[in-house]
């Protein structure tokens, strides 16, 4: 006989944990499950290696909006609210403070630097300040040491730099979701899902070797997510372009993170460097920007299924097309184009990216890391023709899909309080409100998750 839940979480990355412990913490639903496919929780994007490692606030993000930053902010505090609650042992495991700051090297992007300041993020941010060289070369010697004396440098300096390993965060997630929980909460490592059928109420979901019965099914399972939903006939006007983002290393250079300036609204950052979390003797560059016809990186098995999600045909192509039409989306395209080859790529990448950021590096200093980097799932809409901006949540009768590129993780926290919510609603389970409000989320300060909660 299969064994039946309440709900069942697909996915076991820092979206997928941070929901199950919301649900456990915060909930009377009874009966949880979560299945990974992989021997570990947070294998791929959440896994430390595979990420940028930053808490995004939306202070230095350049290519956001002010309502988006001003959300991105809300939804950072809600995991340093979550940090705040831990023991110093599991919070220094998890997250260090550091330095950041983003970076304008010439006249074109200290001028966008200073109307995107002025235009409101001052406001948003008021620890946020404008620093000349002076300051920069005293919080980041490298960045100012063998640069052309008349190249001119500004940046925006932010108090709010927090570097997290998100898969220690995703880890603890898993282990206080099972302390909360007085009911049955079941984990599943190496239980893959095959194939899920059924409507709300009543879900059918497969892994190797056994079928489990779900009220609702919550997909946390990165770009696999937008698999399942055409599986289930959802989200025919979606497609995914999977963005592979690699790494470089270096030897410490940097004190905190260094983000370079993104145009507005593409949906990936710029270039940056900074200390890694697991090893402080290094300094990271990246993420590049390269297109993967993958749904998993460096997995050739997952093509198949790529093109699948990808469903090409006239809408995708038409959207395609727009997006290329975008010539600052062009330009990451054609420079990053080279940045992944072996020994010239080195040279070019550092030429390009690296050396804006510390001139004095040379291309015997930094090696791609081919262990390092991840794949984020951008979403193209094909109604809009658009690439979207941050992640994709679809809730439809009895299941939701989460698809989340960056900042996803960041976002972890209120993406769980927003599916609690509906889930709740849906099934006829209860939240405790007080619970969430007394310890996860302010009234005055986190005026969009609240809007979020209380449509429950
Ligand atoms: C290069 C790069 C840099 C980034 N930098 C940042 C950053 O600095 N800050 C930030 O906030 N975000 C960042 N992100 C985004 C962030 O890493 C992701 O949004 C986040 O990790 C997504 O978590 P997830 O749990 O949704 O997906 P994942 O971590 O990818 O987890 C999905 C899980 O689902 C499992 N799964 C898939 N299919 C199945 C199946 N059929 N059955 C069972 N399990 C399945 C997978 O094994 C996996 O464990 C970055 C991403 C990349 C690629």
Redesign the pocket.
């Known amino acids: 006989m299969s064994e039946s839940y309440d709900v069942v979480i697909?996915?076991?990355?820092?979206?997928?944990a941070s929901l199950l412990y919301i649900l456990s913490k915060y909930t009377d639903i009874k009966r949880i499950l979560l299945?990974?496919?992989?021997g570990s929780f947070?294998?791929?994007?959440?896994n430390s290696n595979?990420?940028?490692?930053?808490l995004?606030f939306g202070d230095i993000e350049t290519n956001y909006s002010l309502e988006k930053s001003r959300e991105t902010k809300e939804e950072a505090e809600i995991v340093i609210k979550y940090l705040s609650m831990l023991p110093k042992k599991d919070y220094d495991m998890i997250t260090k403070k550091c330095g950041k700051m983003v970076l304008g090297v010439g006249e074109e992007e200290i001028n966008k630097l200073d109307g995107i300041y002025d235009s409101g993020l001052k406001h948003i941010f008021p620890g946020l300040r404008k620093i000349g060289p002076n300051e920069i070369a005293r919080l980041e010697p490298n960045v100012m040491k063998k640069r052309a004396i008349d190249e001119k440098v500004e940046a925006l300096k932010s108090d709010n730099g927090q570097m997290v390993n998100?898969r220690n965060l995703t880890n603890s997630f898993v282990k206080r979701a099972k302390a909360a929980k007085i009911g049955r909460i079941n984990v599943r490592l190496n239980?893959?899902?095959l194939s899920v059928n059924g409507s709300a109420g009543d879900f059918n979901i497969s892994t190797h070797d056994r079928t489990y019965k779900a009220r609702f099914v919550v997909f946390?399972?990165?770009s696999?997510s937008l698999y399942f939903a055409k599986m289930l006939g959802y989200q025919k006007n979606l497609s995914v372009l999977c963005v592979g983002?690699n790494f470089y290393t270096a030897p410490k250079v940097l004190n905190g993170k260094v983000y370079r300036v993104q145009e507005g609204g593409i949906p990936f950052a710029a270039v940056h460097g900074d200390p890694d979390i697991t090893n402080q003797h290094i300094t990271r560059f990246g993420?590049t920007v390269t297109i993967y016809p993958e749904l998993e990186k460096g997995k050739p098995s997952t093509m198949f299924d790529y093109f699948k999600t990808f469903n090409f045909d006239l809408a995708t192509s038409a959207s395609l097309l727009n997006i290329l039409a975008n010539k600052d989306i062009r330009r990451i395209l054609w420079n990053n184009a080279f940045y992944d080859l072996p020994g010239i790529g080195t040279s070019i990448f550092l030429k390009r990216e690296v050396s804006k950021i510390v001139p004095s590096l040379r291309p015997k200093d930094i090696m791609l890391a081919p262990h390092m980097?991840?794949?984020?799932p951008q979403i193209m809409d094909e109604k809009k023709k658009a690439l979207v901006l941050g992640e994709s949540k679809t809730k439809e009768d009895g299941v939701i899909f989460?698809i989340?590129?960056?900042?996803?993780?960041?976002s972890c926290l209120a993406s769980a309080i927003e599916d609690m919510s509906y889930i709740c609603d849906q099934i006829g389970a209860r939240i405790d409100l007080k619970a969430v409000e007394g310890t996860l989320v302010n009234k005055e300060t986190m005026p969009i998750t609240m809007r979020k909660l209380k449509n429950w």
Do not use: D, M, W
């Open positions: 697909v996915g076991g990355g820092i979206t997928g299945l990974e496919e992989y947070a294998s791929l994007n959440s595979n990420n940028a490692q930053t995004h998100f239980a893959k899902v946390c399972a990165g696999y983002g993420p980097g991840g794949i984020r989460n989340t590129p960056s900042p996803g993780a960041t």
